[in-house]
């Protein structure tokens, strides 16, 4: 157990221990005594699902291919939280079908799939997916028909070859475009050469600028994995017309806001709502003129909630006055 938030049952190193031995009560105890507490098995079989709110199954397979979980999670009464496959051994491909129909589940997070289903993930019923395809799979796809139901997405594009997916990339956020329901997109990018030095395209920046445009109600953009040092200048530009941006994540070297932050102050100061910031949540900031800026912007955004009522609306007629036993 890592803390009173999470448990971690992991049978690595517990090699041939039969965890059924414990019992349904057992585990049935554990979820009712803490009901929001996060649960990862490891290396684990998994043949029921009823009770916990957080499930992260990593490299566990299943008995029954998935049989019993899927039954398990279909006839809940409430839905899980955050269900999150990682890892092989998801469940076979008509029971990910019956899964993604449920609409038991708020959060969902998949591997990469193959075969017929690559695709499906997309449609599933849930708040937020996170998921990873090829680029491969999305230029095999039929893209521009995809009708993706989350507004919260998280997605990771996959490269095996040496160049980067401009194709897929385009072809995917295209259809993002023509979507425009999100609230809050997550782009990512991972290589099979880890160590290959990745260039942005400039083609790709533009497209992503647009995808935020077409999407009025974004709140958060997250391009965090890859270094937008030479188009930050871009990036900056050409969101700050996007007046409901709450937060901007992407990866830079601090040098690449100009001198004394200058891109960045014209940023926040054009638009008031963004808070920008890296992969760990740290904020870009020059620890003095920055800072007070974001401290105005706060003040901006709690003035402008304020409401003025118009005088007009405050004079009130003295026969009501009277009538109501007010003189």
């Not at 999407?215 to 937008?228: I, M, S």
């Not at 003095?288 to 007629?317: C, H, K, M, T, W």
């Amino acid at each position: 157990m890592s803390d009173s938030s999470s448990v971690v049952i992991d049978n690595t190193h517990f090699y041939g221990y039969d965890f059924r031995h414990a019992g349904v009560s057992c585990f049935r105890h554990m979820f009712e005594t803490c009901p929001s507490r996060a649960v990862y098995f490891r290396n684990m079989t998994v043949v029921l699902a009823t009770r916990a709110r957080q499930l992260n199954l990593s490299d566990c397979s299943f008995e029954d291919v998935g049989n019993s979980f899927i039954n398990a999670l279909a006839g809940r009464t409430s839905s899980v939280e955050l269900l999150t496959f990682e890892g092989e051994n998801a469940p076979e491909e008509e029971n990910v079908r019956l899964l993604l129909r449920s609409g038991n589940v708020q959060k969902l997070t998949l591997p990469q799939l193959d075969g017929d289903i690559v695709m499906l993930p997309f449609s599933a019923k849930v708040d937020c997916l996170d998921y990873e395809i090829r680029s491969s799979s999305i230029l095999d796809g039929d893209v521009q028909s995809l009708n993706i139901v989350a507004n919260k997405l998280a997605f990771t594009i996959f490269e095996e070859g040496d160049a980067f997916p401009v194709e897929a990339t385009l072809a995917f956020l295209r259809r993002l475009v023509t979507l425009g329901h999100f609230i809050e997109l997550k782009v990512r990018f991972t290589f099979d050469d880890d160590e290959m030095e990745v260039e942005i395209p400039d083609c790709m920046v533009q497209e992503v600028i647009c995808t935020a445009i077409a999407n009025p109600k974004l709140q958060v953009l997250d391009l965090t994995l890859l270094n937008w040092k030479q188009h930050a200048e871009t990036l900056l530009q050409g969101l700050e017309v996007h007046k409901g941006l709450r937060i901007l994540k992407f990866n830079v070297d601090e040098d690449a806001f100009g001198s004394n932050y200058a891109l960045l102050r014209q940023f926040l100061s054009d638009n008031r709502n963004v808070t920008v910031m890296n992969e760990d949540d740290e904020i870009y900031t020059d620890e003095a003129d920055i800072n007070q800026l974001y401290s105005l912007n706060r003040i901006y955004l709690g003035s402008a909630d304020l409401v003025v009522i118009p005088l007009r609306e405050i004079i009130v007629d003295s026969d009501r006055l009277e009538k109501n036993g007010f003189k």
